[in-house]
């Protein structure tokens, strides 16, 4: 197993390891462990009380970060007729329909969300499905990417809407903003998305649901916390 560097044990030294943080001093004290020289992401990585193999615990929606995430999401929206316009209006970086389609199946994939109108998902899901599901980009309405209010999705999407699902090990992992933002900013984006996956928490999920919740940067040591401080 590699051994961490001398930079990342000095910051380690930092978070007791004993210690469950407040969301609001855990905001305060990733900011201090966030030392690299880009701006890093903050994260939130929670372990479930659910059993992934059984469909109904699985655990997968959205959340409208009150403080957005500190970057531009790049929105590919595929529609026809009047809904490429107002997905134009709406501020998506790409809009079209068939011809796009098959623009990503020639190998183009610079974007970092997609959504689309119900009446184009046949095409979508039978030509693209390949491509963009195992990078979990395909639209789906569970995740709030498809939608004939395509503008509204667009707009949420862009203020810095996420799509959170669990992986094979029942645990969840997502960006919640950057280090570079004020720390209240931090603590309120966490809040908010630990609201949302206490909202769907599934009816089977037996015992203490979010069993541990951690906050890290990219090249940090994590911090565990008391989701409900």
Do not use: C
Not at 14 to 19: Q, T
Not at 46 to 61: C, E, F, T, Y
């Amino acid at each position: 197993m590699p051994k961490h560097g001398k930079r990342y044990r000095a910051l380690l030294e930092k978070v007791d390891p004993n210690k469950v943080y407040t969301i609001d001093d855990a905001a305060r004290l990733v900011k201090e462990l966030a030392t690299a020289k880009f701006d890093e992401t903050v994260e939130v990585h929670a372990k479930l009380g659910i059993d992934p193999r059984r469909s109904d615990q699985n655990v997968r929606g959205t959340v409208s970060l009150p403080h957005g995430l500190g970057k531009q999401v790049r929105v590919l929206a595929i529609a026809k007729g009047e809904k490429i316009k107002e997905a134009e209006e709406a501020g998506a970086d790409y809009v079209g329909g068939e011809e796009i389609i098959q623009k990503i199946l020639d190998g183009w994939m610079d974007f970092d969300a997609v959504v689309a109108t119900p009446d184009v998902m046949g095409a979508v899901g039978s030509k693209l499905g390949r491509i963009l599901g195992p990078r979990g980009l395909l639209p789906n309405p569970k995740a709030g990417t498809v939608g004939f209010n395509i503008g509204e999705i667009i707009r949420e999407i862009k203020a810095g809407r996420i799509e959170f699902r669990n992986d094979k090990t029942g645990a969840i992992h997502a960006p919640v903003g950057k280090a570079s933002f004020p720390p209240e900013k931090l603590a309120d984006n966490i809040r908010a998305f630990i609201r949302a996956l206490e909202a769907h928490k599934p009816e089977g999920a037996k015992g203490t649901f979010l069993r541990s919740v951690y906050v890290t940067t990219t090249m940090g040591p994590s911090v565990r916390i008391n989701p409900h401080s």
